[in-house]
């Protein structure tokens, strides 16, 4: 189960293509998928993920935060219960990241994880399940970014350049330490985005140096194919198994 949660976060990493300035994040936005897993050979609704953003005001300056809940329903609680929160608070323009934050459930194992951000320099803190809390500092590149606001500055990115085939690599910070990601363009299909209707969508396939993603272009990402780019439908393959997550619901965009 912890490695199905960390797909969800690789699922929303995409970067580094050529901006379209047509379109910036809102806020009150608010996305809801259905994320099901593969479970003796069937496909079983299990979690429901939600992404939100809401404009932040501090004496010192405005922020965009970025919020992903992931939640098992109630009837899978006493199965495997998971209630995680991934949270980014980012410059509204850039999209750059101040602050992120991690509050991990999992069947009762817990982390709480704090990165500030200033320039290439991050300070952390870690609290895991009955262990004292730990500070650090390290560097990371100019382009490296956590792994929550990634995956909304994807939706001003302009894919209508890219040929199928096409690959991007770069890098995400996750676990302070950073990791190399490889996306790659498929091209284009038609896919269910829950109240949206059908769509004509960005078809991507993900990569990275981890362990929590198996298989060749077995993990993928469908993105609506106009400004807005809402991800529609993600698949996943991971060592203990396979599952998906389904748009149901977008509001706010």
């Given at each position: 189960?912890?490695?199905?949660?960390?797909f969800i976060?690789f699922a929303?990493?995409?970067?580094?293509?050529?901006?379209?300035?047509g379109y910036?994040?809102?806020s009150?936005?608010k996305l809801?998928y259905a994320?099901s897993?593969?479970m003796?050979g069937?496909?079983?609704?299990?979690a429901?993920?939600?992404?939100?953003t809401?404009n932040?005001?501090t004496?010192?300056?405005?922020?965009?935060?970025?919020?992903?809940?992931?939640a098992?329903?109630?009837?899978?609680?006493?199965?495997?219960?998971?209630?995680?929160?991934?949270?980014s608070?980012v410059n509204?323009?850039?999209?750059?990241?101040s602050?992120?934050?991690?509050?991990i459930?999992?069947?009762?194992?817990?982390?709480k994880e704090k990165y500030?951000?200033?320039?290439?320099?991050?300070?952390?803190?870690v609290?895991k399940?009955?262990?004292p809390?730990?500070h650090k500092?390290?560097t990371?590149g100019?382009?490296?970014?956590?792994?929550?606001?990634?995956?909304y500055?994807v939706?001003?990115?302009d894919?209508?350049?890219?040929?199928?085939?096409?690959?991007q690599?770069?890098?995400?910070v996750?676990d302070e330490?950073e990791?190399p990601?490889?996306i790659?363009f498929?091209?284009k299909?038609?896919?269910?985005?829950?109240?949206l209707?059908k769509k004509e969508?960005?078809?991507?396939s993900?990569?990275?140096?981890?362990?929590?993603l198996r298989?060749?272009?077995?993990?993928?990402?469908?993105?609506?194919?106009?400004a807005k780019k809402?991800p529609?439908l993600?698949e996943?393959?991971?060592p203990?198994g396979?599952?998906?997550?389904?748009?149901?619901?977008a509001t706010?965009?």
């Amino acid at each position: 189960m912890k490695k199905i949660a960390l797909f969800i976060v690789f699922a929303f990493i995409l970067s580094s293509f050529t901006a379209d300035s047509g379109y910036g994040i809102k806020s009150g936005e608010k996305l809801v998928y259905a994320g099901s897993y593969n479970m003796s050979g069937l496909l079983t609704q299990i979690a429901q993920v939600t992404m939100s953003t809401e404009n932040v005001t501090t004496s010192k300056s405005n922020y965009l935060h970025l919020s992903c809940e992931l939640a098992t329903y109630t009837k899978w609680d006493s199965f495997f219960k998971i209630r995680d929160i991934y949270e980014s608070y980012v410059n509204p323009t850039t999209l750059k990241p101040s602050l992120y934050k991690r509050s991990i459930d999992e069947g009762g194992y817990t982390i709480k994880e704090k990165y500030v951000f200033k320039g290439t320099n991050v300070k952390s803190s870690v609290t895991k399940k009955n262990r004292p809390e730990v500070h650090k500092s390290f560097t990371i590149g100019a382009n490296t970014q956590d792994v929550i606001s990634l995956f909304y500055k994807v939706r001003t990115l302009d894919f209508s350049k890219f040929k199928t085939g096409q690959t991007q690599s770069m890098m995400i910070v996750f676990d302070e330490k950073e990791i190399p990601v490889t996306i790659k363009f498929m091209g284009k299909e038609t896919v269910s985005a829950g109240n949206l209707g059908k769509k004509e969508c960005y078809k991507i396939s993900i990569g990275a140096k981890t362990d929590a993603l198996r298989g060749k272009d077995k993990n993928l990402i469908w993105l609506t194919a106009d400004a807005k780019k809402i991800p529609a439908l993600l698949e996943f393959s991971i060592p203990v198994g396979t599952g998906k997550l389904v748009l149901t619901s977008a509001t706010g965009i």
